[in-house]
């Protein structure tokens, strides 16, 4: 199994990756009318998405897809581009994910599927969004999300309808539990932390 690709945000010049999450209306296949099916071993869920935050809202630029009938819809008026796989890195080597320096950077279109890009979707997200930038490799788990005890940087950002109310930094408060989740996981109770490694529920950290 793999470490699976996050979806990205763009927030103050800077990259993050999505930790945890409460709350709805990112973007997701079926927002547009489409149906994922698995990428590879580091996307089971078929899709990848690239946002950018700013004072006015969230913005959806980019979305790689996978789609279930190969029933490609257009996003925000644009048909996807289908990379040639040939022409672009591979993401996996053996178990590891690599492209991202283990930072989950990596661009859109190392998958060789569809991407939308270009895009400039309005994302009425009303709820929280934990976001972290820093991966520390040794806490790196090789299936499921990385979660936030394994980052260096770590911001839970609150939004109503799009619109930021709150920001708060956590990186102190995960630097003193770091690697917790990384312990649980190599402690054998396959049957807890397998469903764990693949949520991104608030509550797992």
């Known amino acids: 199994m793999s470490g699976q690709i996050s979806d990205s945000f763009i927030f103050k010049g800077k990259e993050y990756s999505l930790i945890n999450m409460s709350g709805d209306g990112l973007a997701t296949p079926e927002y547009f009318g489409m ?25 959806l630029s980019g979305f790689t897809l996978r789609e279930l009938n190969n029933n490609y819809q257009p996003i925000g008026g644009i048909m996807p581009v289908k990379d040639d796989p040939e022409q672009t890195p591979s993401i996996l080597d053996g178990d590891r994910v690599i492209g991202w320096s283990l930072t989950y950077k990596t661009k859109l279109g190392h998958y060789g599927c569809p991407v939308y890009s270009g895009i400039h979707i309005t994302i009425p997200f009303t709820g ?12 790196y ?60 529920d608030m509550t797992i950290i």
């Open 141 to 200: 788990i090789h299936m499921g999300f990385q979660k936030a005890s394994a980052f260096k940087t770590v911001i839970d950002i609150t939004f109503n309808k799009g619109q930021i109310t709150t920001i708060q930094n956590r990186s102190k408060e995960m630097r003193q539990i770091r690697g917790s989740f990384k312990k649980k996981y190599d402690s054998g109770d396959y049957r807890t932390t397998i469903a764990e490694a693949f949520s991104q």
């Open 35 to 59: 149906h994922a099916t698995t990428m590879n071993t580091a996307c089971y869920r078929g899709y990848v998405a690239t946002y950018e935050i700013t004072e006015t809202g969230i913005f």
């Open 128 to 139: 929280m969004l934990r976001l972290a930038d820093g991966l520390i490799e040794k806490y």
